[in-house]
């Protein structure tokens, strides 16, 4: 293999090991770290033993079906190999990774309640602001579980449930979380799930009952604070017939010089008639392996859209699945990815149709600049049954210089003549003729470039809400200006 | 020697589950070296010669490169021969096992034309290989037609051709054998400066076809310009492995894939545009047109476009379809029943690649091929 696209060692300059930090100017903005005390956290030991689960179940107050969930998992896990075809993870050493780190403070429902250093963090990253502004609830996770947790009075009237993953498994959607927990994404659906389910903790569980509309966004976030830990987190959203839901999830960490890991799950059920939009900008820190799993299946005339930014991570494996089980149903992806220095994200998505007329359609910018490998992968698959399916998919790249790598993957399995499947892709550069025309405006080299990338990934920010579209478009004015 | 052997590999995995980074290709006990088909009388402008060590005439050449490096967990499909061919090194492992020298042809001229023409009989299991060496500035055309009698049996074909500087071929496969033959086809293709090739590939008998092009685009300004077309009838399986390696500054390349699939048939497309640092310029196109005829088919496709260059543009795009209903009833309103139609669709994909072939004799055959096919019988 060539040593240019080795999985690297975590490269953090001498300055920046100082207080295990990069250095501010960087990625400032989501690169800092509130001081914390050792005494208010618990984790368990390094490394994936038996043991350990063990641990994590007792502190979790599992009950007994999920203590046993786990160390099958766990057996699943160390039965399953590494996969063979994506980017190297050698430098992602299990037996130093902390799978379980708790604030001790607990959950919250006011902000005043959780723990000013932790509270500081949210503050920054414009959580509570967010809230108040634009959001019909709010998880917020730091670590291993969840510290705050709200939903509006006006949405829970509905019957709309948005609590933590835990306090649904205890209580009174007890059975529905064990009837749904991981049926979607079976724990031998891959090593990473099987990872998944020995470990998983905190997380979001949303029930949105038949009929109800929640006109304003849920979300949450997702901040892994502690270094050389992972946080595997469970999302689960059940949408009821006819019903409608947007939820948005961020997530973010600072830089440290050891790997972290998230191998978090997503799990969205889309009812009859109903609709859900998932949206994510994700922006790990660049020592993060990003092993997540997400996928949604659709009830007859369901509908599913996706709207992902992929900003971090060193590494990142990442496939939203949506399984178009119902006649009628409907999915669409659309994303952005930005490969800087350093990374190499391998995402993409995946649409199963089983039932008839069934339409997906995939929209993806592939963007990468000073080194970094952007690979757009994905699959659609049209079954013998879902007759009369259509499926498109249009992808794009764009390679800022000659140092980085792009590519595209896409596979299409069809197992019938009654489909209709377009499929366009086109890979670029940014044309010296429009740098030209903007320069000629008055606009730096720098900020013309920028502008380009940010109109190329215009069809996501587009999508998102207003205050999400400004971080998107952040975010990519960030990456144009470093590295 | 496992007589099963890993062909048609992708340049870049992906999920396992999809069955698609590479074929599995089951060689027949007693396959034997073929002797080359019935030899045309060779123009002064051609040397022909048996090379007993391929490797060796590639070193010699300076055509044996470093094993490329691989990329990201991914590998080069170059990774594990000399001179890359689609189907990968598996080829040349067969090669070996069944003690196939090479055919070289030395052309050094231009205006030149060659048809070679394989007959096999019920029961031949052979392979045959060509190395196809176009001196600086020449200009040739070849042809390699397939047919057999009625029957079984395995035919494999590998060529491999070295365009020099200014040189140009045009190089036309055109495979009309029996059906319950194998036919694994492979070309590896290299080019130098300007150099130009243009290659037809018909594909329309054999009911399992297994084949790959590799067009290593070295020289500056080189073009290729591929067309496949392939008739997937009830019960068949086709597998095909298409790359084009651009390295060179303003290196284009164009692949148009046509088939037909009819019921219960199987494809696995691989078709891949590689854009090497250092191609600035270079411009690839891909396109895939696949005409789905009945239900229980298995059509899978992965058309990929690698980069590692800024400077440089790279498309792809696939339409699967049907005869639209639309289509039909429009057809048939005006008297044409829905066979007739149908036989039209296909005469229409086949036709977009047959009219390169550029002996009339030729596309003569094909057209009695699909008069049979049809069963039209007062052709």
New interface residues.
């Given amino acids: ?2 040593e ?2 080795k999985d690297k060692p975590i490269d953090i300059s001498e300055d920046k090991k100082k207080d295990g930090l990069i250095s501010p100017g960087e990625r400032e903005f989501y690169d800092f770290r509130e001081e914390e005390r050792d005494e208010d956290f618990y984790h368990v030991d390094e490394g994936l033993t038996e043991e350990v689960i063990r641990q994590i179940s007792r502190e979790k107050e599992d009950p007994e079906w999920m203590l046993e969930f786990r160390l099958n998992a766990l057996k699943v896990y160390k039965s399953l190999e590494i996969p ?5 993870i050698d430098g992602l050493d299990m037996d130093h990774i902390v799978t379980y780190v708790k604030p001790k403070s607990g959950m919250k429902t006011s902000w005043e309640d959780v723990p000013e250093e932790i509270r500081t963090a949210f503050e920054k990253l414009g959580i509570p602001q967010a809230e108040r502004a634009a959001l019909a609830g709010v998880g917020a996770q730091y670590d291993s579980e969840l510290v705050y947790h709200n939903v509006r009075k006006d949405v829970e009237a509905q019957g709309v449930v948005y609590t933590d993953l835990e306090s649904a498994l205890k209580g009174e959607y007890a059975e529905m979380i064990r009837e749904h927990f991981m049926k979607l994404v079976p724990v031998n659906d891959h090593k990473f799930a099987a990872l998944h389910g020995a470990v998983w903790s905190g997380g979001s569980f949303v029930y949105a009952p038949p009929g109800s509309k929640v006109e304003i966004p849920l979300q949450s976030y997702f901040r892994l604070n502690a270094p050389g830990a992972g946080q595997f987190e469970h999302t689960l959203i059940i949408v009821d017939e006819g019903a409608d839901v947007h939820f948005i999830e961020g997530c973010s960490a600072p830089k440290y010089n050891v790997a972290n890991l998230h191998a978090g799950c997503v799990e969205l059920f889309v009812g009859k008639n109903a609709h859900l939009r998932y949206s994510t900008i994700e922006n790990w820190s660049k020592n993060m392996y990003n092993l997540n799993t997400k996928r949604a299946i659709c009830e007859e005339g369901g509908t599913i859209e996706w709207i992902s930014g992929s900003f971090g991570s060193h590494v990142s494996y990442l496939y939203p699945t949506s399984v178009l089980k119902g006649d009628g149903s409907h999915a669409e992806f659309t994303g952005v990815t930005f490969a800087g220095q350093g990374q ?1 994200l391998d995402t993409g998505a995946k649409m199963i149709h089983l039932g008839k007329n069934t339409t997906s359609f995939i929209d993806t910018r592939s963007i990468c600049k000073s080194g970094g ?1 952007s ?1 757009y ?1 994905s ?1 659609v698959e049209i079954r ?1 049954n879902a007759k009369g399916s259509k499926a498109s998919i249009n992808c794009g ?1 764009l ?4 140092e ?26 940014i044309s010296d003729e429009a740098v030209f025309y903007l320069m000629s405006r008055g606009i730096s080299e720098t900020e013309a470039r920028a502008m380009i990338v940010s109109g190329f990934a215009n069809p996501v920010s587009k999508e998102l809400p207003l205050e999400y579209a400004a971080e998107m478009n952040n975010l990519i004015k960030m990456e144009m200006e470093t590295g | 020697m496992d007589r099963m052997l890993k062909v048609n590999p992708l340049p870049v995995l992906t999920w396992n589950k999809q069955k698609i980074n590479a074929a599995e290709l089951i060689w027949p006990e007693g396959l034997a070296a073929g002797v080359g088909p019935a030899e045309s009388e060779l123009p002064e402008t051609v040397r022909f010669s048996m090379l007993e060590d391929a490797e060796a005439w590639y070193a010699q050449h300076g055509l044996r490169y470093e094993k490329e490096a691989v990329v990201a967990c991914k590998y080069a499909c170059a990774a594990d021969q000399e001179f890359p061919t689609g189907m990968g090194g598996g080829v040349d492992a067969l090669l070996k096992e069944c003690g196939a020298g090479m055919r070289l042809y030395e052309i050094d001229g231009r205006g030149i034309s060659l048809c070679f023409d394989y007959r096999y009989a019920d029961g031949d299991a052979r392979m045959d290989s060509a190395v196809f060496h176009l001196k600086p500035g020449s200009e040739a055309t070849v042809i390699e037609y397939y047919t057999g009698e009625p029957g079984s049996g395995f035919a494999g074909s590998v060529a491999r051709a070295w365009v020099e500087e200014g040189a140009s071929l045009k190089l036309i496969r055109l495979q009309m054998l029996p059906e319950a033959f194998v036919f694994a086809d492979d070309l590896g293709a290299r080019l130098e400066k300007d150099a130009k090739l243009e290659y037809t590939s018909m594909q329309l008998g054999s009911r399992r076809l297994y084949a790959g092009a590799y067009f290593d685009q070295w020289g500056e300004g080189s073009e290729v310009d591929s067309g496949m077309a392939y008739l997937a009838p009830s019960g068949s399986f086709v597998d095909y492995n298409y790359v084009d390696c651009f390295r060179g500054k303003d290196t284009k390349g164009t692949m148009r894939f046509h088939g037909v699939m009819e019921e219960r048939s199987e494809k696995n497309a691989r078709e891949t545009l590689d854009f090497r640092k250092g191609c600035t310029g270079a411009f690839g196109d891909e396109e895939e047109d696949i005409l789905a005829m009945g239900d229980d088919v298995v059509n899978k496709a992965i058309p990929m476009i690698l980069g590692e260059e800024e400077d440089m543009s790279g498309r792809h795009a696939v339409t699967v379809g049907k005869l639209s209903p639309e289509m039909l009833y429009y057809m048939q309103s005006r008297g044409i029943t829905r066979k007739t139609a149908e036989e039209m669709m296909i005469r229409s994909r086949i036709g977009q690649v047959s009219r390169r072939i550029p002996d009339a004799d030729l596309t003569a055959a094909v057209e009695r091929y699909l008069d049979t096919y049809f069963g039209v019988e007062d052709y």
């Fill in positions: 293999m060539s240019k696209y063979d075809w994506g980017p190297p190499n490998i690979t992968r699959l013998k790249s390679m800022l210089d000659s980085s790598r792009s590519d595209t993957v896409p596979a299409m399995d069809i197992r019938t003549d009654q489909a209709d499947v377009g499929h366009e892709a086109k890979i670029g550069r």
